[in-house]
């Protein structure tokens, strides 16, 4: 297939691949929170919300931002083996290759003389830590104890399982905070600002308010949902640009292959 007008279109919106930081009001919000909870003497932090509200995004970026300035650690895959786990702290936390430990209480003995007393405690961000098995969380949990390290868990909300309900995230966190599906307004901030980054301002125009309003009506404003929408609705468009151009409207959108894309996806019935 020859490459038409909306194949790079359809690349800004692939999901995971292109890492665009969109600062919507309720990203804003949530990075406030985050730091403000970061900078308080917490010992368990848990940030919370539906897969693909942009909780992983939120976290790099943290972390892109304090890097240089403060100890934390991201780690944006989960651990299933306490020993991997420890190993990676270590190095991450001292940047040398870890010493060999028998398990958890001979780390923490090695960290607590290697660390200075007065040295803030390093900040680790866990992502999808609903994957971590239940003992390296309270392996976790007793470490947070320590005072050398402090967590941020981060965490998906299903309406299958409610993760907070799991006894070791209730009882144990110091402070939640929650990053919800965007509103109408910020979904079309996301999309229009997907396309400035890259440049594409001349595509603007191709939504109009009903197009807005069926996207939030399909995706419910979430991010993830949305990039694999408009991913597929580019690639509609792709395809009867290179083959078929007399059936599309340049100058506009229509509404039709919007919908073919929502059902594509299983978004919307037929």
Not at 37 to 52: C, M, T
Not at 65 to 82: A, C, T, Y
Not at 97 to 112: H, M, N, R
């Amino acid at each position: 297939m020859n490459r038409s007008q909306y194949s790079d279109l359809k690349d800004i919106f692939l999901d995971g691949e292109v890492f665009d930081y969109v600062n919507l009001d309720k990203s804003s919000v949530a990075y406030d929170k985050l730091i403000q909870a970061i900078d308080k003497p917490l010992k368990l932090i848990l940030f919370y919300g539906k897969p693909g509200t942009g909780k992983t995004f939120l976290l790099q970026k943290i972390y892109n931002d304090f890097k240089k300035k403060r100890n934390i650690i991201f780690l944006p895959r989960p651990f299933f083996d306490e020993m991997e786990f420890l190993k990676f702290l270590y190095k991450k936390t001292f940047k040398e290759t870890a010493p060999k430990f028998s398990g958890y209480d001979e780390f923490l003995s090695i960290v607590t003389k290697k660390i200075d007393k007065n040295r803030v405690a390093t900040t680790v961000l866990i992502d999808e830590s609903q994957l971590y098995p239940e003992d390296l969380i309270e392996k976790i949990r007793l470490m947070a104890d320590s005072r050398k390290f402090k967590f941020l868990f981060t965490v998906h909300k299903t309406d299958e399982e409610d993760i907070l309900a799991k006894d070791y995230f209730k009882t144990r966190i110091w402070e939640s905070i929650e990053l919800e599906n965007s509103n109408f307004q910020e979904v079309k901030t996301y999309i229009e600002k997907k396309l400035i980054f890259h440049n594409k301002f001349e595509y603007l125009s191709l939504f109009k308010e009903k197009h807005f309003k069926l996207i939030m009506k399909i995706t419910d404003g979430n991010l993830r949902t949305i990039n694999k929408l408009l991913f597929k609705l580019f690639e509609i468009l792709e395809y009867y640009d290179t083959s078929n151009p007399s059936k599309l409207n340049q100058r506009s959108l229509q509404i039709k292959y919007l919908a073919m894309a929502g059902i594509s996806q299983g978004m919307i019935n037929a």
